[in-house]
């Protein structure tokens, strides 16, 4: 991975890249929403990978920390990872592990505990992929997704 920069984003300018991003890999409906609605901080976190030459390289999406039930029943401090997309001329450099970490590291310092994930309907062969990509970044499976456990 070369020198890539992770920050914040919520002006529109920036949320139309991430919206690009999310339609390049896949995620038509989420570009969608994402485009019409933009990002709203006090409930949403957007980080975006940027490098020299191609700005933005990736870009992850999902809700703050809030108070949730997992699925043992037991009350936890819980950030939603929503969507991960490295543009398609980036990929298996660590940008998505780059993204990943950036987001675990923010929802533990907004106090979460676990950041838990669904895949939806993505089909049995990229849903193995993805699983790959994401033990990879040390989530493990639970009963209706993967999670991350943040040591604090
Ligand atoms: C999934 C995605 C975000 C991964 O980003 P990335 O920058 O390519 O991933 P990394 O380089 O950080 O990969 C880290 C490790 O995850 C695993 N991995 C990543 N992509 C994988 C794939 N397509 N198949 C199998 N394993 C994969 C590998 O173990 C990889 O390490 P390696 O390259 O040394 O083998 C990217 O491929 C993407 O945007 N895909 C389309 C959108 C998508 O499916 N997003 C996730 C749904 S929310």
């Known amino acids: 991975m070369g020198d890539v920069q992770i920050a914040e984003a919520y002006d ?11 339609r390049l890999a896949g995620f038509a409906r989420a570009a969608d929403e994402l485009a019409a609605d933009g990002i709203n901080p006090e409930f949403e976190l957007l980080l975006i990978a940027s490098d020299d030459e191609l700005a933005p390289v990736g870009m992850v999406w999902g809700k703050q920390p809030s108070r949730v039930l997992d699925d043992d029943a037991v009350w936890r401090t819980s950030a939603l990872l929503s969507y991960v997309a ?31 994930l669904h895949f939806g309907m993505v089909g049995p062969e990229r849903a193995a992929e993805l699983t790959r990509f994401y033990l990879a970044n040390g989530f493990v499976a639970g009963d209706y997704g993967l999670r991350r456990e943040l040591v604090h």
């Open 86 to 116: 490295v543009h398609p001329a980036r990929r298996r450099l660590g940008i998505g592990s780059a993204l990943v970490e950036a987001f675990c590291d923010r929802s533990r310092d907004g106090r979460a505990d676990v950041v838990v």
């Open 12 to 22: 529109g300018a920036t949320v139309a890249q991430a919206s690009n991003l999310l």
